[in-house]
């Protein structure tokens, strides 16, 4: 990836029962990110490992400052909605 | 990403001490798996979130059959070198 900036993963779980209501309005949220200024390549994505728990998967690169309309998503639907996660950032090595 | 692809993610922190000899032989085997057939994307990076332990990453692409070789690294060098770690699956969600 481009030196310079992060590859902000995280895997996650929702409160909303599957296929609900909820559950798709919460998913159309966090994709109006990728319309964020400085997000790039961001993918909403199925996670399918057998070997843990997680449901869903957001990958976006952006540089290391975060947009207020990313904070906004956090505060106002992730932390609420969101029922297990974990983060992961990634950078090129070199 | 392309339906019907597996992103094979692994996070991870190695036995070796950082910047060791251990170490730098261990993340070379691992960048030879971008050789193997069927792969794709390979990328080898720094995790550098806070909020966990993990040091380094893996993500690959492939479809759903692992091959031989990959199979035969996690074997003789994952499985006595990493110390710790955690396996994501990311596929399309349509």
Redesign the interface.
């Known amino acids: ?1 481009i030196a310079g900036r ?2 902000h ?1 995280v ?1 996650f779980t929702l409160a909303h029962a599957e296929g609900s209501a909820g559950e798709r309005d919460f998913l159309e949220a966090a994709e109006r990110l990728a319309a964020v200024p400085g997000v790039e390549a961001f ?7 057998p ?2 728990g ?1 449901r ?2 957001i ?1 976006m690169e952006f540089g290391y400052n975060e947009h207020p309309d990313h904070l906004r998503f956090v505060q106002e639907r992730w932390l609420s909605e969101v029922s297990d996660f ?8 070199y």
């Open positions: 990836m992060i590859r993963t895997a993918e909403l994505l199925a996670e399918v490992s070997k843990n997680y869903f998967g990958s974990l983060e992961l950032d990634y950078a090129a090595r």
